[in-house]
Every structure is written in C-alpha cells, then in structure tokens.
C-alpha cells in the first residue's frame, strides 16, 4: 500500500528494512532455533553497523547522536523493526529507552540532558520508567497512585513501591513517578523524579516473570518490582515543572502508544507474510491451503484491518503534531492492539504445528502481542476516554427540537380531544 509518507520518511524505512533483511533477521532466526541470547558485545556491534548506515536512534536530534527525524518521519522505520523481536534494540529505538530519551529531550535541563540523555542515545546508559504500582496503587487509573516525594530541604525523599518498570533490573537510572503535593490532586501534584539505581534505598524486589516473547538479550532489563525506601535525591533531578507529572507523561505516552502500534504492525505485517507463504506452499485435502475459500477470506480481513489500523495511526500521528490528540491516539491505539492481537491468532491458526514451534517467530509474536491490549493503558480505559467525547458531542438541538415537537404535538391532540365548551 501507498501511504504517500514523506520522501525522507520512505528513503530511511527502506535502508531500515534493508537492515532487518540482512542482518538483524538472519541472527534472530539463529537465536530462535538454538535458544541462545544476544550477548551485549553483539548487540554493540549491531548499533555500529546502524550508526555505519544513519540508522541508529532515528528519532533522536542528531546533537545526539540520532538521526534527526521528526516524529511522522520517523513512523515508517519503527514499522519495519517491528519485524524483529529484536528490531527496535537494534538501531536503540525500543521502549522504554525511546519514550525516557524523549521525555529528557523534551522537558529535562541541559545538565540533566548531558549526564543523562546523550549516554542514554548512545546505550552507554539504560532507564526505567518507574510508574505502575501493585494494588491498590496505580495503574489503569493513575489517580490511585501511592508513591510520594516530599521535600526535605533541597532533596525530595521518595517512598513508593512500584513494579513493572520495564528494563528496570538493569537501569542505570529511573523516571519516577511520585506525588509531590497531597494536597492537590493527584493530576495537579504529580511529578516526575530521576532516581540514580545507585541511591540508597533502591531496593530491586524481583525481575517479573511474564507472558511474551523469549529474551532475547543477554542484558535484557525485564520487568522489574522495586521499592523505594526514603530514597534521598536532590530537588533539581525533578525532570520538568513540579506538579506536571501527569501533563508530562501523557505527551510521553501519546507518541509512546503509535510507536508502539507501528512496532506492531510491522510484526503483524510479517507474521501474515510467513503465514502466506506457508499456506501458498503446504497441501491439503487435494490443493494448496491458499485456495481455500474460509482461509483466503480470513487472510483478506486480516489485510484490511491493518491496513486500517496503518492509515489511523499516520492520521494520529499528523494530528499529534498539532494538538495533544488524545481521541485519535486513543482510537488507534485500542484498534490497532486488537488487530494485531487477531492477525497474530490467525497466523498460529494457518501455520498448525509450525505455529506453535519455536521454528519460527510466530509463537513468540503470539506470546508478546496478547501484553499490547493492556500496557499504555488497556483497551477498556482508551474505550471510556472514547466514548466519553462522543457524548460529549451529542447534539443536543436535535434532542431538544424533538422533545418540542412531541409536546406540540400531544398538545394539539388534546386540543381536539377536548370538548367544545372547554
């Protein structure tokens, strides 16, 4: 499909994907048929091969050390790492490492953009976004959240417990998100604290065992629980104005979440390219399986649908350039979830027993995508903020005027219905 993306935009997705094609595929075929790792020297050489190719950290100012790209520009290349479980880790464009760098780039001081941003784009530091809780504490609903921040002359002491920090284990530092005044509410005495993993009082719980993809990297940070036990850091790692943590978060979630649904929308554009060739290749029953009717109309909605989900997000993605969007990201992020969620079904479903082996990554996609309808907010809270604008939108003319010509109209009936002398 023509998308009609920006010249640039279609000139580094294709070197990109030229990328996953000769290098980053072939290796993960390997590691999926031995069961090996990539150790952190591979995954080293990996991004001297994008740099080599202006390709490593695509959405990144080239100050450093990226490549520039402005946000729709840079859609079409998370789209075909996507291909990969280990696409997006290979040119240093995976969550959460993205969605941090952006909120330093974004918000942060110049000394926190130089200690902390510049080794974060080069992967001489990693991070975690520290924001989940355990009941009852936040999660679908950020307003429950129990982590505080207070002050204490020129530190804030953090006390919280959070878990599923992604890449947490092996974070040099983390994004915290604390209440700072109690006295507000929580969308107005929120903010976001940096946290060195260093500090006293950091206490790393557990790695989070889960359903999804095998880890494939040697260093893979995981999903880490911790707990913050009167951590002590100075008022100036406060990442942005105190209070806007939230405002702050959702401009990093809103990108976030059509990062994401570009991610895997490449993966499921690849799983349905496997299951095609399968069907196209594999008898059954007197023909190839792609001459069966129920599976060729199945693998027709299955195009479509992403297809769909495609032309939202790139909408979604125009509009986030002009306004926060939020109905837009929403609407795309729920749908493209589900669909990728269903191509991904499908694709077990077509391939049999091939599709539950570790022979191809399909079983792995399948395990990994089922986490999209939950994480940057499941399906259930982007379909409340949805349907919540649209009765906001209700006209109520129309309501009103029917409502006035009911009354006339019950009116006149009795009117006539009355007797003359009345």
Known sequence: MEYHDSEKA???????????????????????????TISNDELAELWEMAKERDLFAPQMPEEYGGQGLDFADMLPS?????????????????????????????????EQ???????????????????????QGGGSDPKMLQTTAIKD?????????????????????????????????????????????????????????????????EASGGHAE????????????????????????????GGG?????????????????????????REGFGSDLAEKQTLRQRIADAETKLHMARCGVRHAAREL??????????????????????????????????????????AAFYGDVRAFRLFDGPDEVHRRTIARHAFEDVATEEIEHALRFDEDRIVDELKREAPADD
Request: glycine share 8%.
């Open 10 to 36: 279609q000139e580094v997705a294709g070197r990109v994907e030229a990328f996953m094609d000769e290098v980053v595929l072939p290796l993960e075929r390997e590691m999926l048929a031995t069961g090996d």
């Open 78 to 110: 998370f789209e075909q790492v996507g291909r990969s479980l280990i696409g997006a880790h290979s040119i240093r464009a995976n969550a959460p490492q993205e969605g941090n760098m952006h909120t330093l780039e974004m918000v942060g001081t110049e």
């Open 113 to 135: 953009k130089e200690e902390y941003l510049r080794p974060l784009v080069q992967g001489e530091m990693t991070s975690g976004f520290s924001m989940t809780e355990p009941m």
């Open 153 to 217: 002359g020129d530190e804030w002491v953090v006390n919280g417990h959070k878990w599923w920090t992604s890449d947490g284990w092996d974070a040099d530092f983390f994004l915290v998100m604390a209440r700072t005044d109690l006295d507000e509410h929580p969308y107005a005495g929120t903010s976001i604290i940096l946290v060195p993993r260093e500090t006293e009082g950091v206490e790393l719980v557990r790695n989070v065992g889960h359903l999804g993809a095998p880890e494939l990297l």
């Open 226 to 253: 911790i707990k913050y036990n009167d951590v002590r850091v100075p008022v100036e790692n406060t990442v942005g104005e105190e209070g806007k943590g939230f405002q702050i978060a959702q401009m990093r979630l």
């Open 257 to 281: 979440r059509l990062t994401h649904c570009m991610r895997y929308s490449g993966m499921a554009e690849r799983a349905l390219e496997i299951s095609k060739a399968y069907l196209s290749e």
């Open 321 to 362: 350039d002009r306004s926060e969007a939020r109905i837009e990201v929403a609407m795309s992020k729920v749908y493209t979830a589900n669909v990728c969620n269903e191509i991904m079904d499908l694709a077990v479903q077509c391939l049999g027993a091939n599709g539950v082996a570790n022979d191809l990554p399909v």
